[in-house]
């Protein structure tokens, strides 16, 4: 079952073990694996993660690392593709509140799935989306 999305920062920094996740959100990441649930990725992120290596703002190995747990059978993440639910989806989230597009996409693919988003992002949790932080 899927138990919600996460967000692109969420991803690296649960999978680093990074301090700046939050207990809250931790703890939710860690009962869908505990559980058999999963979280998913929305493919944006990939891209989003390439851009940011580009820009020398995260390390190569984030994108590997993640890249190879999408590959386990059953994991906890799994790779949700934008598609014509998500672009629906995508008209429900406000723009003004959330501007940057692949956050909105990212916001939209957990609207769409019916989940809540695990997000840091201050506007996205200021919205009407379900956040968890």
């Not at 590997?64 to 934008?82: D, K, M, Y």
């Not at 940057?100 to 919205?127: E, H, N, Q, W």
Request: with cysteine; aromatic share 6%.
């Amino acid at each position: 079952m899927l138990a919600g999305v996460a967000d692109t920062h969420t991803v690296i920094w649960y999978l680093f073990a990074a301090p700046y996740l939050s207990q809250t959100a931790k703890e939710f990441l860690d009962r869908a694996a505990v559980t058999g649930d999963q979280i998913g990725i929305s493919s944006i992120t990939l891209i989003e993660m390439v851009y940011l290596i580009e820009k020398g703002r995260i390390a190569v190995e984030s994108f590997s690392r993640l890249a190879a747990v999408l590959q386990e059978p059953n994991g906890l993440f799994t790779e949700i593709p934008p598609d014509l639910r998500v672009s629906r989806a995508l008209l429900r989230v406000d723009s003004a509140a959330t501007p940057d597009m692949p956050d909105r996409i990212i916001a939209a693919t957990a609207l769409c799935m019916g989940v809540p988003l695990v997000s840091k992002d201050r506007k996205i949790r200021l919205s009407t989306l379900t956040t968890i932080w």
